[in-house]
C-alpha cells in the first residue's frame, strides 16, 4: 500500500505545492484508479485536494475484498482480538492527531479549537466506545416449556450482518463516520465508505490508520464520489451490500430508500432537523443564553441537533433576545488558525448562495432582523471564503418558511410563548423530530415536558451533551432506528437463535 506516498502528498499541500491526491482505499491498497475532482477549503474558496471518484468497477472490487473480509480473517477473528485491534485504531488517530487536525480543517475551513476539542477526539473515542460494547454484551437466553411436558432452551448468537455500506455527511466528518464505521467492525462486518465529496480527507486518512495498525484487508474500505449516479448510488443499490447507514439530508435518506428497496437492505438513517429549544421563565437565564448562543453557532449552525426555533416565555423574552443579540455579534468569523476565530465559514459557496436565500426570504416573509443577515467583509486569506453573519430574528408565525424548513445555517428564529402547554405544541409543530433544548429549574416541568418532545433525544439544561452508550437517532422525518451502545451492535449484527431440546 503507498501510505507513504500518501503522505508525501499532504506535505507538499501543507508547504503549498500542488493539491494532494485522495485515492480510493480497497482491500487494503490505495488505488490509483479514478477520475479527479476538486475538493475546496470553505476558508480560502481554494482547491486544496483531488479525489479520485470510484467508477461502477472500483465499487464491485471494494464489495470483493469486504466479502471476503467478513468471511475471512476478520469475520472469523475472536472477539479480543478484534477488540484490541478496534482500540489500536484509536491509539493510532491520536498519535497521528495533528495529520487529522490539518485534514478535517482543510475540508471544513473550521476553526481549529473546534476540530481539536470534538472532532478528533470523537472519532478516536467511537473506536473506544465500541471495542467496549462489544465486549460487555450478554446473550439473550430464554427456557421454554415444551408441549410434551419437557424444556427447551433458546440463545441467540449475533453474527456480522456481511458488507456495510456507509454514506457519511460533511458537517463532522470524522466524528459522524466513526460513529458508523466502530460499530460495524466491533460486530465483524466489512465496511465500504462514501465520504462527502465536500471532506473526503480524514476518511482516507483512516484507511493509512487500518493499514498502520493491521486491520486485515478489505476490512474497511473507502471509495469517493458523489451521490446520484456515483458512489453513493452505486452502493445503494449493489446487491453484494447487505445495509446501509446514511447521515445526511431527510430528502437524500428517502432517495437511498428507494434505491435500496430492490436488494432489501437494512437502513438506518440520521437525517435533518428543525430542532426546538424552550426557555422558561424560571430558567437560569445566564446558562440558558451561553447554552443557545453555542447550540446556535457552533459549527457555524451546520450541526443537525442545533436549535433553529427558540420559544421563550414571555417575562424574560426580551431579556434573552438582546443577551443572544450581543453573543452573536461577539463571534468573529474567520481563518480556521487565525488567533480568536469563533465562526467558521460554510462548507461551500452553493450552500452559502443556500442559506444566504434564506436570510433575503425571512425578511421577505416579514421577519424582525436582530442582528445579521449578511455576509462579512473579511480580510486576508479568509476574503474568498464561504462566510455568512450569525442571524437572529423574531416576529414570524410557526408557518413561515424559516421557521419550517431547516437551513444549516448560524441563525434561528426567537418566538414568545405564554403556557407550557402552548411551548410543547410549537415545539412539536414540525415535521421533523431530532432534538430539543429545555432550559427549566423546575425538575417536575424537565420529565414532564422532555417525555412529551417528539424527538429522538430532548435535553435539560444542556445541548450536545452525549453519553455514547444511549439511543441517538430521530423521530418521525428525522430518521429511522437508534443508534449507539447496544443499539448500535443491534443494528449492525444479525442475531440467530438456537433452539435446543433438552
Ligand atoms: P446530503 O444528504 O446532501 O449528503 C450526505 C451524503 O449522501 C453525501 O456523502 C452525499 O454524497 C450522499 N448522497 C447524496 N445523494 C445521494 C444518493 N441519491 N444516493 C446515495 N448517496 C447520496 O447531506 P449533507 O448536505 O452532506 O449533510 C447535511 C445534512 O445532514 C443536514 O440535513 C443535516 O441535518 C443532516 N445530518 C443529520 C445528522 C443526524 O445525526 N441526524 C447528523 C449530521 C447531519
Redesign the pocket.
Known sequence: MDAALLNKDVAAASAGAAPRILRNFVGGQFLDRGTPFDVYNPATGKVHARALEADAETIDLAVVAARRAVEGDWGRMPLAKRRALLIRVADRIEERFDDFLEAEIADTGKPYELAHHLDIPRGAANFRVFADAIANLSTECFEMDTPDGGKALNYAVRKPLGVVGI??????PLL?MT?KAAPALACGNAVIV??????PSTTTLLGEVMAEVGMPDGAFNVVH????G????L??THPGIRA?T????????A??MK?AAPTVKALS?????KNPAIIFADANLDAAVAGLARAVFLNTG????APERIYVERPVFDCFVAAMKAKAEGLKAGAPYAEGTTLGPL?SDE?RRKVLEYYRLAIAEGATLITGGGVPQLKGEAADGYFVEPTLWTGLGPDARICRE?I?GPCAHIAPFDTEEEAIRLANDTDYG?ASSIWTTDLARAHRVGKEMEV?ISWVNCWFLRDLRTP???AKM??IGREGGEHSINFYSEPTNICIKL
Open positions: 454514506i457519511s455527511p460533511w458537517n463532522l459522524l460513529w462514501k465520504p462527502s465529496e465536500e471532506t464520489g458523489f451521490g446520484p456515483s458512489a453513493g448510488e452502493l445503494t446501509i446514511f447521515t445526511g439530508e431527510t430528502r437524500t435518506g432517495a437511498i434505491a438513517f440520521e437525517l435533518g432537523g451546520q450541526v443537525c441537533l462548507i450552500h431547516e444549516f431530532l429522538g441517538f437517532g430521530g428525522s430518521g
